[in-house]
């Protein structure tokens, strides 16, 4: 069978010969021969035919690297020692270390107590007396940023990561 490459005639100026069924490709209607059961698409295959351009080639390849240098900065970064701190009003009141398995009974002046742990790097409230009990069912947090809150107790446990700066609360709630 006597066939074009991309409907156009090839440089030379001559058609190639080609065995086996040809059919066209989609929209551009260029003629190819489609693999046989078992075979595999080769990148020279998908350029030659107009699949895949060297751009579409080298773009994918740049999202690949970029996902896996984030992957690896995240598997293998140093892992970091945070503190847990508890803040009540927007005072602080309490810093321990994230390392340090610890039981902690927080009581205000009117009594009101939540019971808070911090255990095999996690943090969460156990206990508590307020009538919502949010605080409990927000479960257990492990990484700097994340926060437990119990606004009936006006209280706030976050995560910290090492560098110990100075913070200023984004607001106050009296």
């Not at 598997?75 to 039981?103: A, H, K, M, N, Y």
């Amino acid at each position: 069978m006597l066939w074009r490459d991309g409907g156009n005639q090839t440089a030379a100026g001559k058609l190639r010969l080609h065995s086996g069924p040809a059919e066209r490709c989609g929209k551009s209607g260029i003629l190819y021969r489609p693999e046989q059961e078992g075979g595999t698409t080769s990148l020279k295959h998908m350029f030659r035919h107009g699949i895949m351009t060297k751009a579409d080639f080298w773009l994918i390849a740049a999202v690949l690297v970029l996902a896996c240098v984030i992957l690896a900065g995240r598997l293998f970064g140093r892992p970091q020692e945070g503190w847990v701190v508890v803040s009540r009003s927007g005072v602080e009141e309490e810093r321990i270390p994230l390392g340090e398995d610890t039981r902690l009974l927080l009581r205000d002046e009117k009594g009101q107590e939540n019971l808070l742990v911090v255990e095999n790097k996690s943090v969460w409230i156990e206990d508590a007396d307020c009538p919502d009990g949010l605080c409990i069912r927000q479960g257990h947090i492990s990484h700097s940023g994340e926060s437990i809150i119990c606004l009936p107790h006006k209280l706030v446990v976050t995560i910290e990561g090492m560098e110990r700066t100075a913070s200023v609360p984004d607001a106050m709630v009296n």
